[in-house]
Nanobody, 116 residues
Framework: QVQVVESGGGLVQPGGSLRLSCEVS????????LGWYRQAPGKQRELVAD???????NYADFVRGRFTISRDNAKNTVYLQMSSLKPEDTAVYYC??????????WGQGTQVTVSS
């Protein structure tokens, strides 16, 4: 049985940093494209960044240069390092695992709040 467990969210001041982690256990982790999405209140869920099995990364324009996605296949874990956080980054962040363009798993979400 596959489990997707996210961690690392919380409250941070503007300009601060957080690192999100997502472990996808019980799966063939290394073949997946892994992504981080976010959903703010009243808005649609949107892609933040993803990383392919090859290590190729893709970022939304609104986080490029501030966020870094990485993966550790030995630990079945994908990370999102977030820096220079802004109040508009406040959202629930979700981990996603996909294969050949089809979503296989979603995490339960972790709240990130950027506020002074």
């Amino acid at each position: 049985q596959v489990q997707v467990v996210e961690s690392g969210g919380g409250l941070v001041q503007p300009g601060g940093s957080l690192r999100l982690s997502c472990e996808v256990s019980g799966s063939i982790f290394r073949i997946y494209t892994l992504g981080w999405y976010r959903q703010a209140p009243g808005k649609q869920r949107e892609l933040v960044a993803d990383i392919r099995s090859t290590g190729m990364t893709n970022y939304a324009d609104f986080v490029r240069g501030r966020f870094t996605i990485s993966r550790d296949n030995a630990k079945n874990t994908v990370y999102l390092q977030m820096s220079s956080l802004k109040p508009e980054d406040t959202a629930v962040y979700y981990c996603n695992a996909a294969y050949h363009g089809s979503t296989l798993y979603w995490g339960q979400g972790t709240q990130v709040t950027v506020s002074s």
